[in-house]
């Protein structure tokens, strides 16, 4: 979210009812896009246009599991804890909150010092 265009993109994706929606449920517990699809009652190209755009933000993450009849489908869960997003001096602001991974925190707080 460095630039002014990607955080009116990012308010404009919070804006879409289905991206949200999406978010919403994926948040609460993973699951695949036929299932959101079922579960939201909205058409599966409904549901991958906004996973696509979800992940093209980071918000959201996949991994992929095979199912007892051997395909393989994509499980789509919350990529962040919370979201901020504040107007100061006529500017908006849009932080996002990640759960680290302790080791990869220690890692990177590691770096930081070795930089200095």
Not at 9 to 21: F, N, Q, S, V, Y
Not at 64 to 93: M, R
Not at 109 to 116: C, F, S, V
């Amino acid at each position: 979210m460095d630039d002014e265009s990607s955080i009116e993109d990012i308010l404009d994706m919070i804006g879409d009812e289905h991206a949200r929606t999406v978010l919403a449920s994926i948040s609460r517990e993973p699951c695949s896009a036929k299932e959101l699809a079922d579960r939201l009652d909205l058409s599966q190209p409904t549901i991958y246009r906004r996973l696509e755009l979800l992940e093209d933000y980071d918000l959201i993450k996949h991994r992929t599991l095979v199912a007892d009849d051997g395909n393989h489908y994509k499980e789509f869960q919350s990529n962040f804890n919370s979201t901020v997003i504040s107007l100061e001096d006529d500017e908006y602001d849009v932080r996002i909150f990640r759960e680290e991974n302790l080791p990869d925190r220690f890692s990177q707080l590691w770096d930081e010092l070795g930089a200095t």
